[in-house]
């Protein structure tokens, strides 16, 4: 949620439920979102829902088709492989500098993130994703770069529409997804910034790859 927005107000109130809307994929790709149709939906007025949907523009989740209306954001291999790429450039980098100036307490918190997205239960998909991008953006979140992580919470929450598109089901064939998450915090901990970004890469390639052939 941008730091401009009114935690209280209609306009965060509009926005924030479309965009679990179009996220979790109760608004279908490429949907024309009517004004009118969702005041009704939304029980809120035309104004925040305009601003709701400005708002999700600037997250990629909405495209202006003309000068007044607007669609959820299509969603294309192209576009995956576009996000995928990005994540593991950029969370590369915040990952490597986080390292560089990582704190004892940052460890401690990384640590508990593991710990909770581990014990979170896979059969309730929605709350296991609260923990899982918790755990990431713990990972991320001693960069130093406050732009930087804004840009990779934006590329998680781009990814995890894919998922959602792709089926609830997290069902990754024979891969240990704990111990993946465990290898790339381990690495952090020993301070072996390449290795953990290494990892991390992998990490996602391996998801990306599941989910190019689920959506194909």
Known sequence: MPDSV????????????????????????????????????????????????????????????????????????????????????????ALTRAIASGTAEWDERLVLALHRTTRAPRTLFEESEVHHKAFHMTLLDACGMPMLLRLCGQLYDLNIRYRYLAGTAVDYGRRDIAREHGDVVAAVLDRDA?????????????TGQYLADKLA
């Open 6 to 93: 009114d935690p209280s107000s209609a306009t965060e109130r509009a926005y924030g439920r479309l965009r679990r809307m179009i996220v979790t994929g109760e608004i279908a790709p490429a949907q024309r979102l009517k004004v009118e149709t969702l005041k009704q939906l939304l029980d809120t007025g035309a104004t925040p829902i305009r601003e709701a949907l400005s708002l999700l523009t600037s997250d990629q989740l909405v495209e202006r088709v003309d000068q007044r209306g607007f669609r959820s954001a299509p969603a294309t291999k192209a576009r995956f492989i576009e996000i995928l790429t990005l994540r593991c450039t950029l969370e590369s980098l």
């Open 194 to 206: 390449p290795l953990a970004a290494e990892r991390l890469v992998s990490h996602y390639q391996r």
